[in-house]
């Protein structure tokens, strides 16, 4: 069984904003895949998917935490269901990447995301699979309105195709592709973009 998350925050005023990339791959993902957060537990909503096309279902989960317990969710489920880290795909925003840009990684620190950081405080292990959507860095310095803000115009269609390309990314994962030809692919493919 695998265990994808896509981080964000929750409730209505936060919907689409640059925070919550991670959550809007994850819901892409679950159309893709046939999948719906039906479940409410474990601080997160959440769902599990038996798709044939997959040769492991796969749960699927937003914590509903706030963005700086992320872990709170994630690790109990993961417990729960007796999952790995290596099991788990983390999908969330990243200031350091060029706006529109995915890049996925086997592993690897936090690069100061406080609910990436939070996850792995809680496992004790930084060994995660992650896509990370490039939300671009702020214009005046001001981080939390930024990522707390709502792109318009151009900002909101590449970052529009940039969590397509994740949700697709993360089907192949769900395929039982090889991970590192996964990577290889999208990062060069969000690059072109």
Not at 27 to 36: H, R, S
Not at 141 to 148: A, C, E, M
Not at 155 to 182: H, M, N
């Given at each position: ?90 999908v969330y925003d990243d200031m350091a990447l060029p706006e529109g840009s995915i890049r996925l990684r086997p592993d690897g620190s936090s690069g100061g995301h406080k609910g990436m950081q939070n996850i792995i405080e809680q496992f004790g292990t930084d060994k995660f699979k992650r896509i990370r959507i490039g939300i ?58």
């Amino acid at each position: 069984m695998k265990l994808f998350v896509g981080l964000g925050n929750p409730g209505k005023e936060y919907e689409w904003t640059r925070h919550n990339m991670g959550f809007i791959t994850i819901e892409k993902f679950a159309d893709i895949a046939g999948g719906v957060f039906d479940r409410n537990d474990f601080k997160g909503e959440y769902g599990l998917i038996k798709n044939p096309a997959f040769p492991e279902p796969i749960l699927i989960l937003k914590p509903q935490t706030f963005m700086n317990l992320s872990g709170t969710s994630v690790k109990p489920l993961a417990d729960f269901y007796k999952l790995n880290p290596e099991d788990i795909v983390i999908v969330y925003d990243d200031m350091a990447l060029p706006e529109g840009s995915i890049r996925l990684r086997p592993d690897g620190s936090s690069g100061g995301h406080k609910g990436m950081q939070n996850i792995i405080e809680q496992f004790g292990t930084d060994k995660f699979k992650r896509i990370r959507i490039g939300i671009g860095e702020p214009p005046h310095n001001d981080s939390i309105n930024y990522v707390l803000g709502k792109p318009k115009g151009e900002s909101q269609e590449v970052l529009d195709e940039a969590t397509s390309l994740a949700a697709k990314a993360l089907r192949d994962i769900g395929f039982g592709k090889d991970f590192t030809r996964i990577m290889n692919q999208y990062n060069t493919a969000a690059k072109k973009g």
